[in-house]
């Protein structure tokens, strides 16, 4: 039996930084993304029962050191007792490097595995245990403007908009494709005991997310903007106040940033976030994607840029 899934990743506008559980991996506040269509992550799933022991292969090559993860995420929809897989994964982007390759991963994965299941979950079910996982992951289930509320227990996770109800694009300004010296899991725990800004960041959540709601639902371009940015930068800020500091930007970071302003000034409708990483995400108009991919093309030590279009959540591909 085999299942494949694609997922893709989300970009969250207003950020969660930290946790509330560790052991469920519940986020420690709510968060408000979009999910990009031309980014994606394939997973498929193949039970084996000639395997002693499940193996993964991603973009071709043996990854035994994300193996446990991607077994205990399976494990969680097919239970422990299940047999063994072999897992297949590939990437149009690269992995672990700020673009929310888990996000997708473990999307694709909660899909296809579910798949290869005799009691299909609903969707909410699987945000859930892609949660488990990777927080951002479970905002992957689901496709255009995306928000993850917490519950006690649990998280539900919702659409403000689909896809084409408010057709942005989205611009990422690849400046580094190694992968991050700290994962954000391990991260956050460092800035939620050290950063003296940590309990103001989870204070001020509320009013963002209140606030960027409002606007997506108003397609209110400009205040979006204003509340993401800042969002952003807080988040950043708690990570640099971090001991030891959690600094995941590169020069040319910060020159795409400028780069954003600059287009801003110009008149051109675009603002900027940026993950645990050191990659650059330009939010903007349609009309303006065009000129804002040139300008960060252009900036100094941008590798490549990747330009995309929101899109939908995971699901199975056709035949699977």
């Not at 942005?168 to 956050?188: D, Q, Y």
């Not at 650059?280 to 300008?295: D, G, I, L, P, S």
Request: with cysteine; hydrophobic share 40%; aromatic share 4%.
């Amino acid at each position: 039996m085999q299942s494949t899934a694609r997922a893709h990743p989300n970009i969250a506008l207003i950020k969660y930084w930290g946790k509330r559980n560790t052991e469920l991996n519940l986020p420690a506040a709510g968060s408000i993304s979009i999910t990009l269509a031309e980014l994606s992550t394939d997973m498929s799933i193949e039970i084996r029962e000639d395997l002693d022991s499940d193996q993964l292969t991603l973009n071709g090559a043996r990854a035994d050191d994300l193996l446990p993860r991607l077994s205990n995420c399976v494990d969680s929809v097919l239970g422990r007792e299940r047999p063994r897989v072999d897992i297949r994964s590939s990437s149009n982007f690269p992995v672990a490097a700020g673009l929310a390759s888990s996000a997708s991963a473990f999307a694709a994965c909660v899909v296809a595995a579910d798949a290869l299941d005799d009691q299909p979950r609903t969707r909410a079910e699987l945000a859930n245990l892609a949660g488990r996982a990777s927080g951002s992951a479970a905002r992957s289930l689901y496709g255009g403007f995306v928000e993850l509320e917490n519950e006690p227990s649990s998280v539900v996770v919702r659409n403000l908009l689909d896809a084409g109800d408010w057709p942005l694009e989205v611009v990422v300004a690849v400046t580094s494709e190694a992968r991050k010296t700290v994962g954000s899991g391990e991260a956050m725990e460092l800035s939620r005991k050290t950063s003296p800004f940590y309990a103001q960041w989870l204070e001020q959540q509320p009013d963002d997310l209140d606030t960027a709601r409002t606007a997506v639902a108003e397609r209110d371009f400009a205040r979006l903007g204003d509340v993401a940015e800042h969002n952003c930068l807080k988040m950043h800020s708690v990570m640099w106040s971090t001991r030891p500091p959690m600094v995941y930007w590169t020069r040319s970071t910060i020159g795409c940033m400028e780069t954003v302003r600059e287009l801003r000034r110009g008149g051109v409708p675009v603002f900027f976030t940026i993950d645990a990483g050191p990659q650059v995400k330009a939010v903007c108009m349609a009309a303006a994607a065009e000129q804002v991919e040139r300008a960060l093309s252009a900036t100094d030590g941008v590798l490549r840029t990747l330009r995309t279009p929101l899109g939908e959540g995971a699901r199975l591909l056709e035949g699977d």
